[in-house]
């Protein structure tokens, strides 16, 4: 059964540093999403991702933060100069057009640790 | 936007026993209404959903009903067992699931804890 993956599994950076999460989506899907959960809270919707542009954020996704889909299997998630707070877990998910059923795949997540 | 409320933030229950989790939202134009299993450490993962025409769906020991009038949607776990200790999560999203936008809003979480 074909899955979401994403790389690396963790990343630990310094303050300030920039940092680049990586996702491959189910291939066949064409919304995808990023998704953070700060450890022991609830999933937190960033963003969501359509047509090469993004069709949905939240006031989460600031200007630190950034998507792009470089090539037609990779979508990333870049935090441009990362803060304390940015430490959690970040799960990519996809889904498939309009004529699917709406479910959300989720990744494995990467966990990031800002030092 | 949307709000979605779920309770209770615990539940422990012993093996063979019913777990009913329920959650609340907001947003009355919400359609879809996933639940998902997270274990320690890993990916959430949908083992059920409903859409808003339905007011109830099964699948084998879990159900969900819905019932839009009142806004609230229930998780329903029969003959539990310890593999279902995990955090649940209930989602909507915050608009019409045809307008493509789908972001999902989560609820707070139930740690469930089966007892052997």
């Known amino acids: 059964e074909p899955e979401v993956t994403q790389t690396p599994s963790h990343q630990v950076t310094q303050m300030g540093q920039e940092v680049i999460l990586r996702c491959v989506p189910i291939?066949?899907?064409?919304?995808f999403y990023w998704y953070r959960q700060i450890l022991g809270q609830k999933v937190e919707f960033l963003v969501s991702?359509?047509?090469?542009?993004?069709?949905?954020k939240s006031e989460i996704f600031d200007d630190q933060f950034s998507v792009e889909r470089p090539d037609g299997s990779n979508f990333t998630l870049k935090i441009r100069s990362t803060k304390l707070e940015d430490s959690a877990m970040y799960f990519c998910?996809?889904?498939?057009?309009?004529?699917?059923?709406?479910?959300?795949?989720f990744g494995p997540g990467t966990r990031l640790t800002v030092l | 936007g949307e709000n979605v409320e779920q309770h209770p933030s615990t539940l422990s229950v012993q093996e063979g026993d019913s777990a009913v989790i329920k959650c609340t939202y907001s947003?009355?134009?919400?359609?879809?209404f996933p639940w998902y299993k997270q274990e320690l450490g890993k990916r959430p993962q949908l083992i059920i959903d409903?859409?808003?025409?339905?007011g109830e769906k099964k699948d084998q020991r879990i159900a969900v009903t819905l019932n839009k009038t009142a806004k609230h949607f229930s998780l329903h776990i029969t003959e539990t067992q310890p593999e279902d200790s995990a955090v649940y999560f209930c989602?909507?999203?915050?608009?019409?699931?045809?307008?493509?936008?789908?972001?999902?809003?989560f609820g707070s979480g139930t740690r469930l804890q089966v007892q052997p």
């Open positions: 998910a996809s889904s498939e057009g309009l004529a699917g059923r709406g479910e959300q795949f």
């Open positions: 291939s066949n899907h064409l919304y």
């Open positions: 991702f359509y047509n090469n542009e993004i069709s949905e």
């Open positions: 947003d009355s134009a919400s359609n879809y």
């Open positions: 409903i859409r808003s025409n339905v």
């Open positions: 989602a909507a999203p915050p608009r019409e699931m045809d307008t493509g936008r789908r972001a999902l809003t």
